[in-house]
Every structure is written in C-alpha cells, then in structure tokens.
C-alpha cells in the first residue's frame, strides 16, 4: 500500500497514511499513474519563463495538463539569459494543445485585447 500524497509505502493492513490522514491505495495502482518521459511531447521552447507561464495558463484553461523542463547552466556565468525552457504536454492532447498555441500566435494585438482600434479615439 502507499500513500498518493506523501508516497511513503506501508505493509499490507494499514489503510490510512499516519502522516496526512490520506487513503492508501495499492501501489500498482499508483505505479500506473507515474510520469513517464515517454509518456510526454515538447510542443514549444521558449527562452523566457513568463512567455511559457503565459501559454501553460492557456493550456490548463483548456484542461490540457502541461509541464516545463527546463535547463540552467550555472557553471558558466554569463551575461543575458542561456536558460531554455520547454513546455511539454501527454502525447494524446499535443495536437489540440497545437491548435491553442497557434491560434495564440497568430492573433493580432487588437484580437488579444478585445478592443478595434478605433474604439480609444
């Protein structure tokens, strides 16, 4: 048995986790539900985390669990940002998660905002 919180394992008999009061459940059963890197596709990079944040929000409102990798190289300190940061989704949501970040890509700044340009004269 283990814990889906805490991922502490117990022996068999024990039917709540002593440290946060969760229903264990069998570990085969949590074993399935593990990420694997296999499991996972790259659908953009980006080199500034806030422009990733921007389109991981985007996916999660549309219900499409995301998450980042991302790569610092602190054994060479220098100026401006080295960091790339890749936003990856499960592979059976990667072509609506496409259709989202291309719809976001091609719209236009008044399209973002909501307003016609004619509409601050």
Do not use: Q
Request: hydrophobic share 35%; net charge negative; charged share 30%.
């Amino acid at each position: 048995m283990i814990c889906p919180n805490c991922e502490y394992e117990y022996v068999d008999g024990v039917k709540v986790c002593a440290d946060c009061g969760a229903d264990l459940i069998p570990t085969e059963s949590f074993e399935g539900n593990l990420l694997h890197p296999s499991d996972w596709i790259v659908i953009g990079t980006f080199s500034e985390m806030y422009e990733a944040e921007m389109y991981k929000a985007n996916l999660s409102g549309a219900g499409i669990d995301s998450i980042f990798f991302t790569k610092k190289d602190r054994n060479f300190p220098l100026s401006g940002s080295w960091e790339t940061i890749k936003l990856l989704v499960k592979k059976p949501d990667a072509n609506d998660a496409m259709e989202i970040i291309n719809d976001i890509k091609n719209r236009t700044p008044e399209e973002n905002t909501g307003e016609r340009p004619d509409e601050n004269e």
